[in-house]
């Protein structure tokens, strides 16, 4: 049976926290006021704009300058978004292996389209995954499931032979919604308020090595269930 890794994108795959942040404080500083510390922004990086708006003006969807905020911070990301992106320590290995193995990965992030692509791209990935799903590629992004199913007909596979690796909670209810196994990457962009182990993935991992023996025990349930 054909098997495909989906990824999240930022604080799963990629640490593009250090670029997210940097588009906040010029922000902030475009409105007089002082730089975050990385360290302050780093938990809401995976929350997109919304998370990133709220640490950096208090700003929540349901103020009236929001949208305008919202627009002027992607604008100011577009300038800086590739100027330090990294695969978290051990990725690469995992990718690797992954690939050794003969399994096929991709992406599937909630990030727009005309951000993710030339992220992949500064990563050198853009040749290796078998898809990338973004945001803008469908109607409802995670935690709806559209997008993983998105995936799964790209990457030819059923979403049970399938697995998601994430670090949000939106990614756990997209994959579970979706109708296949989930790994919270307890590395990624957590804040405080967030209980990741009550959310009911299949697996936890705290660094990305960890997720090598978890995608072998996947592998060999669904080699048992084969069997059945």
């Not at 993710?116 to 973004?134: D, G, K, Y």
Request: charge should be negative; hydrophobic fraction near 45%; proline fraction near 7%.
């Amino acid at each position: 049976m054909s098997q495909l890794v989906l990824f999240d994108l930022d604080g799963t795959l990629a640490d593009t926290a250090p670029d997210l942040g940097l588009a906040l404080n010029i922000q902030r500083q475009c409105h007089g006021l002082p730089e975050l510390d990385q360290a302050v922004i780093r938990p809401y990086a995976s929350h997109g704009s919304k998370g990133l708006l709220g640490i950096g003006f208090g700003l929540t969807p349901a103020d009236e300058d929001f949208n305008a905020m919202r627009e002027e911070y992607l604008a100011l990301y577009d300038e800086v978004f590739v100027t330090a992106p990294s695969l978290f320590n051990g990725m690469g290995e995992v990718l690797a292996e992954i690939e050794q193995s003969g399994l096929r990965w991709g992406v599937v992030t909630n990030k727009p389209r005309r951000f993710s692509e030339p992220l992949i791209a500064a990563l050198n990935l853009e040749q290796r995954l078998a898809c990338l799903v973004c945001a803008d590629d469908v109607s409802l992004p995670k935690p709806y499931p559209d997008s993983m199913l998105m995936a799964c007909e790209r990457g030819g596979v059923k979403p049970d032979a399938c697995i998601y690796i994430g670090d949000a909670e939106r990614d756990i209810q997209a994959g579970h919604a979706a109708g296949m196994p989930t790994v919270v990457a307890l590395y990624g962009y957590l804040d405080e308020a967030d209980r990741p182990l009550e959310w009911g993935a299949d697996y936890a991992v705290d660094s990305p090595l960890e997720i090598i023996p978890a995608l072998s025990c996947w592998r060999s349930l669904i080699a048992e269930r084969s069997l059945i």
